[in-house]
């Protein structure tokens, strides 16, 4: 069993910053690599950034220069700093990992369950 736990979603103005957070907890051996995505409602839900277990980053087009995604590994915790939000940034964002359970033959990805970032005009 392997849980994501998101936290730090919110409703902030445009041009604000918001820092998500999400922790992995359960029979984990390792993780590999971690991500962002969002949905808008009715919109397909799109990856905003990935991490590897090295910290090698890469990003939505609209995101570069404005997120970061960072990790802490022995926390087993990714987070993703969002500054110059703009209302087009709102959606449920959702924390996704690529985890070895320790006694598992294979990788397998998980969800967290969401959180919603609301930026207003």
């Known amino acids: 069993q392997v849980q994501l736990v998101e936290s730090g979603g919110g409703l902030v103005q445009a041009g604000g910053s918001l820092r998500l957070s999400c922790v992995a907890s359960?029979?984990?051996?390792?993780?590999?690599?971690m991500r962002w995505y969002r949905q808008a409602p009715g919109k397909q839900r799109e990856l905003v950034a990935s991490?590897?277990?090295?910290?090698?980053?890469n990003y939505l087009d609209s995101a570069k220069g404005r997120f970061t995604i960072s990790r802490d590994n022995a926390k087993k915790e990714v987070y993703l700093q969002m500054n110059s939000l703009k209302p087009e940034d709102t959606a449920v964002y959702y924390c996704?990992?690529?985890?070895?359970?320790?006694?598992?033959?294979?990788?397998?990805?998980?969800w967290g369950q969401g959180t919603q970032v609301t930026v207003s005009s």
């Open positions: 991490s590897t277990r090295g910290g090698s980053a």
């Open positions: 996704n990992a690529d985890v070895l359970g320790f006694l598992t033959s294979r990788l397998r990805t998980y």
């Open positions: 359960g029979s984990i051996f390792s993780i590999n690599d």
